[in-house]
């Protein structure tokens, strides 16, 4: 996969010190990136997000008083939002657990402490929730595309007590490469495959998945204790990764479980 880019960085129409200093504390971190090429700043003014993008196509993130958003096109900003979360988060408080809870709770029920490698950390709900949800689990949220990284790390912060921040690390890498160089470190590898078909297009989800090539860089895994695969249903990812695919009727979103020693 080809993740190397260029990227604009400006402020909100409304901007302050705290957000030009946001914009050269990133130009600092992306210039440092592999996958970052060039990086420019420019003066927002009163332009619009259209406006940014008629006569360069260069992705813009843009700094707001409530954290970074990235725009791949002038439509659909990428940022951290705790959208989906919220109600996850509400449903444990009722005792209904999501299915990656749920899994959780049964692998890492006798561990006093476990590493969750999540391989595919897109918008980084589910790292969020684990994070949340298990004190003695320590988060690495690996993410290839350097702006998508960049800007969901970025924003994830702003809702993190300072415990939980020691306990995720934010990671700018292929998972595969990642994975070869730290099997210690695999515990439970979640890997989250649902960007390779989305059911609206032109929501975040569809942003995302249009930045996001998975398909060809699916590549057999031997390094972990624990395996879990999230993907559509009717995705050929479960053969693929060898896990053993849990049927739910009432939903398009599977998963699959794959356990062994190292």
Known sequence: MNTVTNVRLTT??????????QVEDAFAILSKLEFVNE????????LTIKQLFQNDTTPVIVF?????????SPE???YFHLDTVKVKLHMLKQ???????EMLNDITSNLSTFNFIDGTMGFGRDSYMTLKTFKQANIYAIEQNPLIYFVISEGMKNYLEPEE???IHFINDDYNNWVKQNTKLVDVLYLDHMFEQTLVENDRMGELSRMTDVIQNIKPIEDY???IVKAHYKSHIFKKL???QCLRKSSKTHYGLSTKSK
């Not at 909100?12 to 200093?21: E, G």
């Not at 707001?64 to 791949?72: A, D, H, Q, T, W």
């Open 12 to 21: 909100a129409v409304k901007v302050n010190a705290s957000l030009y200093n």
């Open 39 to 46: 990086v420019k700043t420019l003066k927002r003014n009163k």
């Open 64 to 72: 707001e008083s409530n954290g970074p958003k990235l725009y791949f």
């Open 76 to 78: 659909t900003p990428i």
């Open 95 to 101: 005792n209904k657990q999501p299915i990656l809870i």
């Open 165 to 167: 921040y020691e306990r």
């Open 225 to 227: 204790k624990c395996l």
């Open 242 to 244: 060898k896990v053993t």
